[in-house]
């Protein structure tokens, strides 16, 4: 590339210096220079001229080697320029260098926190390969974009950094090293951490990870991804893997309760001890995300009771094949889970919530797949409880409950079981359910009053296809039963 701008260069040189001569082969009065004579008299008279004409050579010589000087000048410039120029090419396409807002690390700082301490409001950072990190990276730059760039074989700058781009904990697993994010508008993409966590503090808002991959094993770090009363961010396609489920308490990603009106989407977090998402904040918005290997896949839920946290909404969410835990724990007020599946667990859905609503769900192969205790204005509709060990579905002291349209069938323990203890439900509805051939009751009612039981189809269950105990004033009708223990 170099010798074509070479040749290039000089070749336009020369022809601007041909025709800058026969600019100069003029007189002053822009006439032609004289012509051969014709004969001796006119050779006489010519003399003076030519004479005159030796001082326009000399003039021409010296205009020459003026030209000369500024062509090696302009083709010492133009080396110098294709020099640049090839550098940068192999630094990577669009870098740009001191006079952009573009800074990458570890070409031109050798850390992340380097990198960030001179970048400008809405500049971007570009990480190639990996990169050592000791110690938290302050990230208060607003509108500041960090996004990881793969090194690509061939490239001189890359030797040494290829493959994903990687911030990695110099520490190992020996500290509690994370992104520190505290400005808005901060966004970090692309990017696999090592052993390094992202917090997200308040007055940060408008944060975006995107396309990022944590490993973290590191048990003094309780939580790999954390909102700090931090709102309105999003974390789209993100990967989180933990140190496992017996990691001291370990949780993926947590917003705390004064994090409220963020978004989740399209991320999958695996090997949690204490939860893969635990949401304490209000409003926000958890959408085809994944959890495996964990004692709590999804968790709402606020113990401390200081704020009330409310209005969550969980969309086709994953947290199937878990045999030690539940996939959705609901504590808290107004909670929404909606085309969710948590087949093969303990639990589908722990529900312990006012106002919840649990809608196109599937517990199938559960201990109990939606068991239900003090969730006043419960609503579980359209979901699948086949096979289940226990019970499918299970409503423990709650009142103003509505089962509608659910399934639960041929499992060892029982379909639906609807239980007061100690007084009675009011205005419960059990409507359009099917609870076929289970090994003990299809439906079983204890202590429920003022409720309303129809349409229900409950045969060929072992023990007792439709039992009530100690119930009164329940209207039971157009429903299709086998058999009933007690009376219908």
């Given at each position: 590339?170099r010798?074509?701008?070479s040749l290039?260069?000089?070749t ?9 001569c026969?600019?100069d082969?003029q ?6 220079l004289?012509?051969a ?16 004409a030796?001082g326009?050579?000399?003039h021409l ?5 003026d030209?000369?000087?500024?062509l090696?000048r302009?083709?010492h410039?133009a080396?110098h320029e294709t020099?640049?120029?090839i550098?940068?090419?192999k630094?990577g396409?669009g ?9 990458y ?10 990198a960030?301490?001179i970048?400008p409001a809405g500049?971007?950072?570009v990480v190639c390969g990996t990169?050592?990190q000791?110690g ?5 730059t607003e509108?500041?974009?960090?996004e990881g760039?793969?090194?690509?074989d061939?490239d001189?700058d890359h ?8 911030l990695?904990d110099s ?9 520190v994010i505290t400005?808005?508008?901060v966004?970090?993409?692309?990017l696999?951490l090592?052993?390094?966590g992202i917090?997200?503090?308040?007055p940060?808002t ?6 990022d991959?944590?490993?973290n094993?590191n ?10 009363n931090?709102?309105?961010n ?10 496992g489920i017996?990691a001291a308490g370990q949780?993926?990603i947590m917003l705390?309760s ?11 977090v695996d090997n949690t001890d ?6 304490t904040?209000?409003?926000?918005q958890?959408?085809h995300?994944r959890a ?7 968790a709402?839920?606020n113990f401390?009771?200081?704020?009330s946290?409310?209005?969550n ?5 994953n947290?199937d094949?878990?045999a030690q ?7 808290a007020?107004d909670?929404?889970?909606?085309n969710?599946?948590?087949?093969n667990?303990v ?10 609503r649990i809608?196109?769900c599937?517990g199938n192969?559960?201990?109990q797949?939606?068991?239900n205790?003090l969730?006043?204005d419960?609503?579980v509709t359209?979901?699948?409880?086949n096979?289940c060990s226990?019970s ?12 509608t ?11 639906i ?12 509805i059990l409507e359009d ?9 299809g439906?079983?009612l204890?202590s ?11 045969v ?10 100690n ?5 039971v009708?157009h429903?299709q039963f086998?058999?009933s223990?007690s009376?219908?």
């Open positions: 590339m010798t074509k701008l290039i260069l000089l336009l040189m020369l022809v601007g210096i041909i025709y800058s026969r600019k082969a007189n002053a009065d822009n006439s032609t004289p012509v004579p014709t004969n001796m008299s006119t050779a006489r008279s010519k003399m003076e001229s030519m004479r005159s030796d326009f050579a000399f010589a010296d205009r020459m080697k030209k000369c000087r500024d090696t302009r083709l410039d080396r020099e640049s120029f550098s940068r090419c630094n396409p870098k740009s260098h001191s006079h952009s807002n573009v800074i690390v570890p070409q031109e700082y050798p850390t992340l926190q380097a960030v301490d970048a500049a971007r950072i990169v050592a000791s938290n990276v302050l990230i208060n509108n500041l974009t960090i760039q793969e090194g690509r061939g001189d030797e040494g950094h290829k493959g994903p781009a990687t990695k520490n190992d697993s020996l500290s509690t090293d994370n992104l400005a808005p508008g966004t970090v993409k692309n696999k090592l052993n390094i917090q997200v503090n308040n940060a408008g944060v975006i990870l995107a396309h991959k944590v490993v094993d048990l003094n770090n309780p939580s790999i991804i954390t909102f700090t931090s709102s309105r999003e974390i789209t396609d993100c990967c989180l893997n933990g140190a017996n949780i993926g705390d004064l994090s409220n009106h963020n978004e989740i989407e399209d991320c999958s204490f939860a893969a998402y635990n949401i904040g209000s409003d926000n958890i959408k995300c495996t290997n964990y004692n709590l896949g999804f709402v839920y401390l009771g200081t704020t946290t409310t209005g909404v969980f969309t086709d969410c947290a094949n878990c835990g539940s996939g959705f724990l609901l504590y007020n909670v929404s889970v909606f969710c599946s948590a087949n667990c639990n589908a859905v722990v529900n312990v919530s006012l106002s919840s809608e196109h599937s192969g559960c201990f797949a939606f068991i205790y969730a006043n419960l609503t359209d979901c699948t409880a096979q226990y499918g579905i299970q409503v423990e002291i709650c009142s103003n409950f509505k089962l349209h659910n399934t639960s069938n041929g499992g060892p323990g029982s379909g079981i609807i239980n007061n203890y100690s007084g009675n439900f009011s205005k419960g359910n099917n609870t076929n051939g289970n090994t003990a009751f439906i079983y204890n429920v009053a003022n409720s309303t039981i129809r349409e229900n189809k409950s060929h269950n072992g023990q007792c296809d439709f039992d009530q105990t119930c009164n004033t329940n209207v009708s429903n086998g058999n223990c009376g219908m």
